[in-house]
Structure formats: C-alpha cells, structure tokens
C-alpha cells in the first residue's frame, strides 16, 4: 500500500482509506523511517481520490525533530549534550510510541534553531 507522511498532515492512498486513517496506524511507519534514517517527506497537495488525514501533534514535532537533527547532522548524543540530558531521553523523544511533552520537543527543536507553529482549522 503506498502511502507518505507529512509533518502537519498526511495523504493517504485510496487503496484502503478507513485502515489508513488512524493517526495510530502511522506510528509504525513513521518509526521505520526513523530507524532506516530515512527522510520525512515534505507536504505536498493531495492527488484525486486521496484524504488528507491530521497527524497528531506529538507525531508532527517528533518527525520535525528528526528532520531537524538530520538537515543538520546533529547526532542523538550532542543533542542531549546541548539538552544537558542523557542520550536515552533524546532516543525516547525520537520514538512515536513514547509519549514526550510538548515543552520538551520545543526546547529541542529552539536548540536547533527551529520554533514550533500550530494552526488550527475548523473540522469540515
């Protein structure tokens, strides 16, 4: 099944839309592209017959997270160096099944130059 994830949102394949959908459902692939060190796909507009699904907000700053630390070839232990924090943490945060706070991934993304944005749309 093809599918791309996003920071913010993710378009789905219309092959199976309602399996597809679960925010929860992309924990696993979005975990194997951290693992592989593979990049996260910027957005991109949906094609015909695809949805866009919100992917939660936990999910977004990790995967912004990763992306940061690979654009700027920051590794897991000088993250926690400059987070005065040990390497573990920083491995839990990176982790889509680990829940970490808000707060935390700010300071994280702040230490790589990087400000966290929300936007909040009315539900169609």
């Known amino acids: 099944m093809g599918s791309r994830l996003h920071y913010s949102l993710c378009v789905m ?5 309602i399996a597809l959908c679960d925010p929860i459902a992309l924990r696993p ?16 507009a949906p094609l015909d017959g695809e949805q866009l699904v919100a992917v939660p907000l936990s999910m977004s700053l990790k995967a912004a ?9 920051i590794s897991k232990s000088e993250l926690a ?3 005065e924090c ?6 839990r945060m990176l982790d889509p099944r680990h829940p970490t706070k808000a707060p ?4 994280a993304l702040a230490l790589l130059g990087r400000r966290v944005v929300v936007g909040i749309r009315k539900a169609a």
């Not at 692939?29 to 957005?43: L, V």
């Not at 040990?86 to 491995?91: L, N, S």
């Open 13 to 17: 394949c219309r092959r199976d839309p």
């Open 29 to 44: 692939h979005s975990f194997a592209r951290i693992k592989r060190g593979a990049d996260i796909p910027e957005p991109s």
């Open 65 to 73: 997270l990763y992306q940061a630390m690979k654009e700027d070839e």
């Open 81 to 83: 160096r400059r987070m």
């Open 86 to 91: 040990d390497e573990k943490d920083v491995r």
């Open 104 to 107: 935390a991934m700010e300071k």
